[in-house]
């Protein structure tokens, strides 16, 4: 089976701009977490979709948003970028009945300047 | 949320020397899991324990899912290079699907 496949690798933008990143989940499964993974932060969870639904969310702004399609493929959005907002951005899919056991994807590289 | 506290943040060890690194916390977690993460990919997932006082093993690796549902550790025995990483612990709960995250602890291996 393909792994967890996130796009693109590798993203820079500047303030203010707004950022789409997509991640396929493995085959068959039907729930898609994201995270966002810095030095400072170490790994922090933004949401969760499952079934097209957002199951789950962490605690960051609502410039940070997502979605999910029928066919379990996700995006997540950023808007109004800020500094900050670089970071590795993780994409985790599992089967759905136990989201904990999650595979991860080879996550975003996003800069702003 | 309830935080997880994973040490030691950095390892520097010998070809052939065992580790341990481990991870705490102030809630209970149904699950925990091990990942590995190398540079520029994402964490691969080494171990998933879903019971208390379960030890699981991957090859060089053994990890444990502590009895007060607080706690878990993992091993690598003789390690070699390759095992160079950051080694990431989660907790999570059924039915809740926020996973809670370590800080990681960084492995040096010197040949």
């Known amino acids: 089976k393909a792994g967890v496949t996130q796009t693109p690798r590798y993203l820079i933008k500047t303030r203010g701009q707004q950022v789409t990143l997509s991640c396929s989940p493995i085959?068959?499964?039907?729930?898609v977490s994201w995270y966002q993974q810095t030095p400072g932060q170490g790994l922090q969870f933004l949401f969760e979709?499952?079934?097209?639904?957002?199951?789950n969310k962490g605690n960051f702004p609502g410039r940070f948003s997502g979605r999910q399609f029928s066919n379990s493929r996700s995006e997540m959005n950023v808007s109004t970028l800020e500094l900050g907002d670089s970071a590795l951005y993780l994409c985790?899919?599992?089967?759905?009945?136990?989201?904990?056991?999650?595979?991860f994807g080879p996550g975003t590289r996003l800069t702003v300047l | 949320g309830q935080q997880l506290n994973q040490s030691p943040q950095s390892m520097f060890i010998q070809e052939g020397e065992d580790v341990s690194m481990n991870c705490t916390s102030s809630?209970?977690?149904?699950?925990w899991l091990w990942y590995k993460q190398e540079p520029g990919e994402g964490p691969v997932l080494l171990i998933a324990l879903y019971k208390a006082g379960e030890l699981t093993s991957n090859g060089r690796l053994t990890a444990q899912f502590g009895i007060t549902r607080k706690d878990s550790f993992l091993n690598i025995s003789a390690s070699i290079p390759s095992d160079v990483g950051i080694y990431f612990c989660?907790?999570?709960?059924?039915?809740?699907?926020?996973?809670?995250f370590g800080a990681g602890t960084r492995l040096t291996v010197k040949p």
């Open positions: 809630s209970i977690f149904n699950t």
């Open positions: 985790a899919s599992s089967p759905g009945d136990r989201t904990d056991t999650q595979y």
């Open positions: 989660a907790g999570g709960l059924y039915n809740n699907n926020d996973m809670r």
């Open positions: 979709y499952f079934s097209e639904t957002q199951r």
């Open positions: 085959s068959g499964h039907r729930s």
